[in-house]
């Protein structure tokens, strides 16, 4: 019996595993029309939209109404081919392998005009041995997309009944490309990641999972398990180096094990101790950062090198805690065993066309994030799986992830074929992603739970009862039995949820227990005030719509267009009442514009109004409630739509007010009765000892009433300090003052403050504000000072971004904001405030 030695040591590329050779085959495509003679080049990865509008074959579909203008692409076969060669040494490898990350989504691949695959999901990889298919020197590879559209309509026929979904629930692709309430319909096709030409002789590594045993004294216990391709039966030796990433790196001593392996896919384990293990924390806990591992190998055979990689890990516990209370049952994460409150949002594609944008792209928004202080992101079952990059961005910065598996708002097909397509996609993104500290929760699917019990499926397609059975049986093999089973063999650490929600919002109990989808404010009309009361134990889904600022609109509409009656304006509004609903709602609290400018501006206080009412609900409700994730984060268009950051990483206002609401110390005012009660919330796990000064003051400055108390402010929670009553105000018009809170610790060094206005946005009787500019080149800092009250001012300057606006300048305060570019001169710099709507 041969010994073949397997070196593991520390290394510092990127890439998971380094073959022995390994060839990204994304250069000279070209595709054309089936039927169509004419070849245009093609980029891979890309899809058929994006190829089509570089080669100027259509109108740019994000524009006016041009979606409905390329409609047609959607029914149509596509065609790929590229030329690639096998060289002498390439072809003379023992194993030769072709790798397709990701073929959106119904796909014929031929090479050398032999059929070698034909793949059905877009979220799966398909790696296959070509060795018999290849030549040395030239090869051809061709791949055919079928229509995704015509293929889940013919799908959808071989049933007798007609399953919630429509034709999108027979083809694993992302749903929200057949459109959405925030998505436009492009049906797209094409070789959506990269092609990889990878060859190896005696060993390959398919996977590690290193996952974190026990941590007990600053020790951790981590295992680290190889699954190994091995063509020769053999001894291997194992040497590894686990070693930090970061300023301050740290190597641990090289270690060695020897294995017996047996030919094909073997799994071996290696039981590692790191002492003084640095873990790995969320955002927001700022005395921890979130500290990551990597371990390097190296495989070799004498003097050659087989194969080398690395994995990148961190060391840390999470938990989902669920424990029946006096009030229902618990739904909170425990992060290396402390209670952790969410603060975050959910996420869905970064455009209607895969794959993503680039990576500097992707890290802004995720840095934008983590500015906001946001510390968990739910990744939408109506989507895609983001890619590598956008987890391991996660990982530095801290961002925890609730990742859905990708089914939304539907009921699934339960024949063999298809579950075994599943199968095979949930254990291949399990097993891409459970290295990443960031994943704290696997949920099973979006709202289909709730959809069926809820939406009166049964009697919109009028299901018999053995419909019925049929279909929920099929859901529970789905949702309740082989996933859950395929997490718990491939990730022994992460917990699991079926369905989010539990239960439906129409429902007192989805407020006990589970995590709530909370739509009786916008989908139910009801007022923002009754976010105060409907508060869950986990608030996972809530929202309202806002419009993209100005300059998103001219990006698809010329300024004729720039009003709400516009075929081009209402085609990136994807609600069926959107428009509607935000002018119902803003008549309730604010003055409603005629100027276009204007209503978008207030479009975006009204959506951070609400928002802001929702999250100190939630905030204050804790321990009750522990996590706060509203809809959503971003967009795939320049529409209109929940998003706080507009397409193009264009903050919101509602975005700029997420800094303080998600604060870990927070200053909220509650008006219960005739009481105005003042609450701290502290979600550092340490106490923190202060002073809260409550003022009434008017809109010139002058103060009316102030009052200081102690106030101990226990770690992670929630309590009232102060209460003012009604009887106790100044006689004052509530239109014309404000109460100021504002607490600081012992130390100077933590500051929080809130405004609460006595009156509704459209009632406050503003007096005119002349605020006063200056600039600091050197620091690119401008300085805004004002006598007067100034509310919700907004600051524009062309080409010029401010890390803070919208915000409410007090009498004689002075605010220094960040300006990039370099600002030329502060008369560059327009501003719009409340005091401007209501006049």
Same mark, same amino acid.
């Given at each position: ?42 980029? %891979? ?63 014929? &691949? ?76 492009? &049906? ?132 989902? &805690? ?82 859905? $598996?990708? $089914? ?13 397509? %599943?199968?095979?996609? %949930? ?17 099973? /699917? /979006? ?169 100190? #609900? ?25 998003? #706080? ?66 106030? &101990? ?37 933590? @500051? ?37 009250? %100034? ?28 300006? @990039? ?19």
């Amino acid at each position: 019996m041969k010994k073949i030695i397997l070196h593991i040591f520390f290394l510092c590329s990127a890439s998971l595993f380094s073959q022995n050779t390994e060839t990204v085959l994304n250069t000279q495509w070209q595709f054309h029309q089936k039927g169509k003679e004419t070849w245009f080049p093609a980029k %891979v990865p890309g899809n058929v939209h994006t190829d089509l509008l570089t080669n100027k074959q259509i109108p740019d579909p994000f524009y006016g109404d041009n979606e409905k203008k390329v409609q047609w692409i959607e029914n149509e076969e596509w065609e790929y081919k590229t030329e690639f060669t096998c060289d002498k040494k390439t072809f003379s490898q023992n194993h030769i392998e072709l790798e397709f990350e990701g073929l959106d989504t119904y796909a014929k &691949v031929y090479l050398n005009e032999t059929l070698i695959l034909n793949s059905d999901n877009m979220f799966r990889s398909w790696n296959l041995d070509v060795k018999k298919n290849i030549k040395e020197g030239s090869n051809n590879l061709r791949v055919v997309f079928e229509s995704s559209v015509k293929r889940g309509k013919a799908e959808a026929a071989k049933l007798p009944y007609t399953l919630p979904g429509d034709e999108k629930i027979f083809t694993r692709k992302a749903q929200y490309q057949y459109g959405w309430d925030f998505a436009p319909r492009f &049906v797209t096709c094409g070789i959506w990641k990269p092609i990889k030409l990878i060859t190896w002789n005696k060993v390959k590594v398919e996977s590690v999972y290193a996952y974190t045993k026990e941590i007990k004294d600053s020790t951790a216990k981590v295992d680290f398990i190889f699954e190994i391709n091995t063509a020769e039966e053999g001894y291997y030796e194992i040497r590894y180096n686990i070693g930090t990433i970061g300023k301050n790196r740290e190597q641990f001593r090289t270690q060695t094990q020897l294995v017996e392996l047996k030919p094909g896919i073997s799994t071996t384990t290696i039981n590692a101790t790191i002492p003084n293990a640095k873990l790995w924390w969320c955002n927001g806990i700022e005395r921890n950062r979130p500290a990551m591992y990597v371990t390097g190998f190296k495989i070799t055979h004498g003097d050659t090198t087989l194969t080398q990689g690395n994995v990148h890990f961190g060391i840390r516990t999470i938990e989902l &805690v669920q424990n029946k209370d006096s009030l229902g049952s618990s739904f909170y994460f425990k992060l290396n065993g402390v209670p952790v409150f969410m603060k975050g949002a959910n996420f869905i594609p970064q455009n209607s066309f895969s794959p993503d944008p680039g990576k500097d792209n992707t890290r802004k928004l995720l840095m934008m994030a983590k500015d906001a202080k946001i510390n968990m992101l739910r990744i939408w079952g109506g989507g895609i799986y983001p890619d590598e990059e956008f987890y391991r961005d996660c990982d530095r910065a801290g961002i925890l992830i609730w990742q859905d $598996f990708m $089914f939304a708002c539907a009921m699934y097909p339960s024949d063999e074929k298809f579950i075994e397509n %599943v199968k095979q996609e %949930v254990t291949q993104q399990i097993k891409n992603l459970r290295n990443h500290p960031c994943l704290a929760l696997w949920c099973g /699917n /979006n709202e289909s739970d709730e959809g069926w019990k809820n939406w009166g499926w049964q009697k919109q397609y009028k299901f018999t009862k053995n419909d019925s059975a049929k279909i929920w049986n099929a859901y529970k093999t789905l949702f309740h039995e082989l996933i859950p089973s395929l997490v718990k063999q491939n990730d022994f650490k992460t917990p699991y949820w079926p369905s989010s929600p539990s239960i439906g919002w129409g429902h007192k109990e989805s407020l006990k227990q589970g995590d709530s989808h909370y739509w009786g404010i916008w989908w139910g009309k009801e007022p923002f005030g009754n976010y105060e009361t409907k508060v869950g134990r986990f608030m996972s889904e809530y929202g309202f719509q806002s419009m993209p600022d100005l300059k998103t609109f001219q990006s698809f509409c010329n300024e004729s267009a720039l009003n709400l009656n516009s075929p081009e304006v209402k085609n990136h509004q994807k609600h069926p009442t959107g428009y509607e609903t935000i002018k119902e709602y803003m008549k309730r609290d604010f003055n409603v514009p005629k100027e276009f400018e204007k209503f978008i501006y207030v479009s975006q206080l009204l959506q951070a109004y609400g928002m802001k009412t929702a999250i100190e #609900a939630h905030r204050r409700s804790k321990p009750y409630c522990m996590g706060t994730l509203f809809w959503q984060l971003n967009d795939c268009w320049p529409g209109t739509t929940w998003s #706080a950051i507009s397409f193009n990483n264009t903050p919101k206002a509602f975005y700029y007010d997420l800094k303080k609401l998600y604060d870990n110390v927070m200053v909220t005012v509650l008006k219960e009765n005739n009481n105005y009660k003042v609450y701290v919330v502290n979600d550092y796990p340490d106490s923190l000892e202060g002073k809260l000064t409550v003022s009434i003051r008017d809109f010139e400055g002058k103060d009316l009433f102030t009052k200081t108390v102690d106030a &101990v402010v226990k770690g992670n929670s929630s309590t009232a300090y102060f209460t003012l009553s009604e009887k106790d105000l100044p006689r004052a018009d509530k239109s014309k003052i404000y109460l100021r809170c504002f607490f600081t610790d012992i130390y100077g060094n933590i @500051k929080r403050k809130t405004l609460y206005y006595f009156t509704s946005p459209k009632d406050l009787v503003l007096p005119k504000p002349e605020p006063v500019f200056t600039y600091n080149s050197s620091e690119n800092v401008i300085s805004v000072k004002s006598n007067v009250l %100034v509310k919700n001012l907004y600051l524009t300057a062309k080409e010029i971004n401010f890390n803070q606006n919208f915000f409410d300048l007090e009498p004689n305060e002075e605010i220094k904001i960040d300006v @990039k570019p370099i600002l030329k001169d502060v008369s560059e710099i327009k501003f719009l405030s409340l005091y401007d709507i209501n006049q």
